[in-house]
């Protein structure tokens, strides 16, 4: 089976195939360029399914059980291949539009992170009890933290359109990005939703604490970090809305990259913590 090395390098020439496309003006070349990159792409999604789905079955296999998630590595890849799939329906959608240039980096970041963690650098304590909740706080865990990286890349997209359309960039480079309007309203169901699937994270944390040690430590680090997250996303969430009203679209976008900003910063805080490995997974 193929390893995260080798979706990693197609993705970086994905990438760079992008990036060419970006800075060229011959019509008839950026249309190749543009079949080759979705031919790249396809290809590398294709391995890193397969490399998915080879650590699902081997869990199943010989550990009898749903083995996925239990360590960092494992969370990394799961991460880039849920982006990556955003990727494939925006790209299904919009297949003109430029977003690979803010999406990809992100993907390549989580792919580099499960190739530098070591295969058995676990995010928490698990016994028969837990696995249950511990799968289910580290989805939701996982699904917040994508919505989050997701809203980043619109707002970052929103503002490089925003002054595209106000210095006329679009003279010199056939740069095409979704309109403002969709960028806007992309944002705000992100942060909608990952403020929705934090805050299950640290209720379904919660559960999994007390059914293994009889009590909650409202007290630990990682518990203190991953409620001031979901705090701080409904926050973003109801300023986005009260921004939205008042046509001030810049703001949510500047909410979008800050939230993701607190979340890789809650991230690292919880990776190098002296108990790191089990701070994430036992929120």
């Known amino acids: 089976m ?26 008839s070349l950026r249309q190749w ?12 999604f294709l391995t890193h399914t397969l490399y998915l789905a080879d650590l699902v079955i081997q869990g199943i296999w010989y550990e009898q059980g749903f083995r996925y998630l239990k ?31 803010f999406l ?9 992170l499960a190739v530098v963690f070591p295969s ?30 997701l809203g980043f890349a619109s707002g970052v997209m929103y503002f490089v359109h925003a002054r595209k359309l106000k210095s006329r960039l679009n003279r010199r480079w056939s740069f095409r990005l979704p309109s403002l309007e969709y960028l806007q309203k992309l944002g705000q169901s992100c942060t909608l939703g990952s403020a929705a699937a934090i805050g299950f994270g640290v209720v379904s944390g919660a559960i ?20 001031a997250l979901f705090v701080w996303l409904c926050i973003a969430a109801l300023a986005q809305k009260i921004s939205s009203n008042r046509g001030k ?9 800050l939230s993701f900003a607190i979340v890789v910063a809650t991230l690292a805080a919880v990776v190098t913590a002296p108990h790191g490995v089990s701070t994430w997974g036992d929120a």
């Not at 995010?123 to 990286?149: E, N, P, Y």
């Open 120 to 149: 058995d650098s676990p995010i928490g304590k698990s016994t028969s009890t837990v696995s249950f909740w511990r799968m289910v706080h580290s989805m939701a865990m996982l699904i917040g933290t994508i919505l989050v990286a």
């Open 249 to 257: 679209g810049e703001w949510t976008a500047a909410l979008n990259i």
């Open 33 to 44: 360029l543009t079949r080759v990159s979705l031919g790249m792409f396809l290809l590398a």
């Open 104 to 112: 990809l980096p992100l993907i390549l970041l989580l792919v580099a």
């Open 2 to 27: 193929p390893n995260a090395t080798c979706f990693l390098i197609a993705y970086l020439l994905v990438l760079v195939i992008e990036s060419v496309r970006f800075v060229i003006s011959g019509e």
């Open 208 to 227: 999994m604490n007390f059914t293994r040690d009889g009590f909650v430590a409202w007290t630990d680090r990682g518990i203190l970090l991953t409620t």
């Open 71 to 101: 360590t960092w590595g494992d969370w990394s890849i799961a991460a880039a291949w849920v982006l990556a799939l955003a990727y494939c329906v925006m790209l299904y959608r919009r297949s003109d539009k430029q977003i690979g240039l």
